[in-house]
């Protein structure tokens, strides 16, 4: 495995773990901001399915693009929709609370839906 690979890996990771000064280090030490993983699948959109709004922020202010797809077609605001629902549905309501503000921040920075996943519903509130 080369250097790079090796970096974009303990990105993801450290995207997992929230370690917002160790992303810094490895992004200033050569990883990608724009690596991908299982599914073509950003530290973005990791750190958006897991409801780290500082990462996501902070991935976003170093320049990640927010509106990249996976290979299922989610991008951060579908992701960041999941995260809220699993918050609602398992009763976590600050939580859910915490999402939904980082779902409308995604929205005020330009993020976007991809087609044919637009929301439906109670979802168009968020618009």
């Known amino acids: 495995m080369d250097d790079r690979a090796t970096l974009n890996r303990h990105l993801f990771q450290a995207v997992r773990d929230d370690d917002l ?6 992004l ?12 073509a699948s950003t530290p973005l959109h990791v750190a958006a399915v897991l409801g780290r709004s500082a990462m996501v922020r902070h991935l976003v ?21 999941t995260a809220y629902t699993l ?7 600050q939580r859910a609370f915490e ?5 409308q921040w995604l929205r005020q ?6 087609p044919g996943t637009e929301p439906r519903k109670w979802w168009q509130l968020w618009k």
Not at 28 to 39: L, N
Not at 87 to 93: E, L, S, V, Y
Not at 99 to 103: A, G, K, T, W
Not at 109 to 114: R, V
């Open 21 to 26: 000064h160790r992303v810094d280090k490895l």
């Open 28 to 39: 200033q030490t050569g990883a990608d901001i724009e690596a991908t993983e299982e599914e």
């Open 61 to 81: 202010a170093r320049g990640a693009n927010i509106n990249a797809a996976n290979a299922r077609g989610g991008t951060t605001l579908t992701m960041a929709r």
């Open 87 to 93: 918050a609602m549905r398992t009763g976590h309501k």
């Open 99 to 103: 999402l939904l503000e980082l779902v």
């Open 109 to 114: 920075q330009g993020a976007a839906d991809a």
